[in-house]
């Protein structure tokens, strides 16, 4: 079975937050659709082993962000390769409240949908979270950014939690003879230019240490 035929349906790139008064937490996802749209009702799937999962079974509520092309890797980095268990996710960051009190990021959106949750369903690694609309809004008119232009465009790679995500295939080991061109992290995909990586590197987007990067020949 050739399981990147996945990679073929069509799908985005989302943040989903929660907030349980006293922490606010969001992650990366990509499956996100609409239901139903009298009543208007979204269907999530959030990894179980994330954080902001634990949250929204708590509080039964959730705001889902649709990203733009334009977002950078560094933010998709903290909210897709960080845990909101330890990081402060939505410091230093732009952000309104939405109806049901939770923060939305009023940049690199285009929209953002305020829910409370309806039905769970649990099937297997993931949530599925029915949520009704309580409110959305438009935030811009630029493109979102679907899951291949994430991959082809921004060379980005899976969160290992994400729905859609695909152990990588060991790599050969690498000849003697031959110099490295760059490294590349084996999580985020980010990519150092040079030769020689330092011992201390410590990757801009996943914060990642100089072990989980990988030498590229070509």
């Not at 008064?21 to 609409?34: A, K, L, P, S, Y």
């Not at 708590?58 to 990203?67: I, N, P, Q, S, W």
Request: charged residues 20%; hydrophobic residues 35%.
């Amino acid at each position: 079975m050739d399981s990147k035929a996945f990679f073929r349906l069509s799908c985005g790139l989302y943040i989903i937050a929660a907030s349980d008064g006293e922490r606010n937490v969001g992650c990366v996802i990509n499956t996100t659709t609409q239901v139903t749209s009298s009543p208007s009702q979204l269907m999530v799937a959030v990894n179980k082993d994330n954080y902001t999962a634990g949250v929204i079974r708590k509080t039964k509520k959730f705001d889902v962000m649709a990203l733009t092309e334009d977002v950078p890797m560094e933010l998709i980095g903290v909210f897709g390769f960080q845990s909101s268990e330890t990081v402060n996710k939505f410091e230093n960051l732009e952000t309104e409240m939405d109806s049901l009190g939770i923060p939305y990021l009023k940049q690199h959106c285009n929209a953002h949908f305020a829910c409370q949750v309806q039905q769970i369903i649990d099937v297997g690694t993931h949530y599925l979270f029915i949520g009704l609309v309580d409110d959305c809004a438009v935030l811009s008119d630029a493109p979102s950014i679907t899951y291949d232009y994430y991959h082809k465009v921004k060379k980005g790679l899976t969160p290992p939690k994400a729905s859609s995500y695909i152990p990588p295939v060991s790599s050969e080991p690498a000849q003697e003879e031959k110099t490295p061109k760059a490294w590349r992290c084996q999580i985020c995909g980010y990519i150092y230019e040079g030769e020689t990586l330092p011992e201390d590197f410590v990757c801009p987007i996943c914060k990642r240490t100089a072990d989980f990067f990988d030498p590229v020949y070509e």
